[in-house]
């Protein structure tokens, strides 16, 4: 099992621009999500998909949408990008409980630069 | 006032000694309670889940105040490879909502030889 893969690894992007994250697991999980980890900050929700169909709106999700393609894959996409938007993107999956959470596993990240 | 507050180190300390971290979290109505780890460069992993009754994982304690709202992670005879950051994560309303997690800003902890 690869768990949670997540391209690109890196990219730089010039104000403006757009550009598609993807995310897929293999774990069979409903849930899924994605954050932005910034120096001091910690990790911030952007969107999450608590089963196929669904997507919400996390704390930070101004500038960013998302696409809940199937049961394995969640896209986040900058449509028009910002530096503000320069952070490091994490993609995350967990089972779904009525109650109390379960372990989100993440996956390897993706480095953004806007310039 | 952030939801989930950390120290954010680092906390340099000699191999073999114990250090601990505490984490304060706002939200009095929050159910579940983790430790994760982040290595460099890296995604972070769950450490351990933190129950009311305090749990060990080895050379790992970690212990739950709910009248005080924080939670504490116990390192015992640090090792070179437990250098990493730590985040302290709260569920935040006890309902799952998709599982959202709050995390804190995480301490760091260097291990020198």
């Known amino acids: 099992n690869a768990g949670v893969t997540q391209t690109p690894k890196f990219q730089v992007l010039k104000t403006g621009q757009s550009m598609t994250l993807q995310c897929a697991q293999d774990m069979n999980h409903n849930s899924m999500y994605w954050y932005r980890q910034d120096p001091g900050m910690g990790l911030r929700l952007i969107y999450y998909s608590a089963s196929e169909g669904t997507t919400d709106k996390g704390e930070v999700p101004n500038g960013y949408n998302v696409s809940r393609l199937n049961k394995r894959e969640f896209s986040l996409r900058l449509e028009s990008a910002a530096p503000s938007q320069t952070s490091v993107y994490f993609c995350?999956?967990?089972?779904?409980?009525?109650?109390?959470?379960?372990?989100?596993?993440f996956g390897p990240g993706t480095r953004l630069l806007v310039l | 006032r952030k939801e989930v507050e950390q120290d954010p180190g680092p906390f340099n300390v000699p191999e073999g000694a114990t250090v601990a971290f505490n984490c304060t979290y706002s939200n009095s109505a929050s159910q579940s309670f983790f430790w994760y780890r982040q290595d460099c460069r890296k995604e972070p992993k769950l450490l351990m889940s933190v129950y009311s009754s305090g749990n060990e994982d080895g050379r790992f304690t970690a212990q739950l105040n709910r009248a005080s709202q924080y939670i504490s992670l116990l390192i015992r005879d640090s090792k070179l490879s437990d250098s990493a950051t730590y985040l302290c994560?709260?569920?935040?309303?006890?309902?799952?909502?998709?599982?959202?997690?709050?995390f804190g800003g995480g301490t760091r902890l260097m291990v020198k030889p």
């Open positions: 994560v709260v569920n935040p309303s006890g309902i799952s909502a998709g599982n959202m997690l709050t």
């Open positions: 995350a999956s967990s089972e779904l409980v009525l109650e109390g959470s379960k372990t989100q596993y």
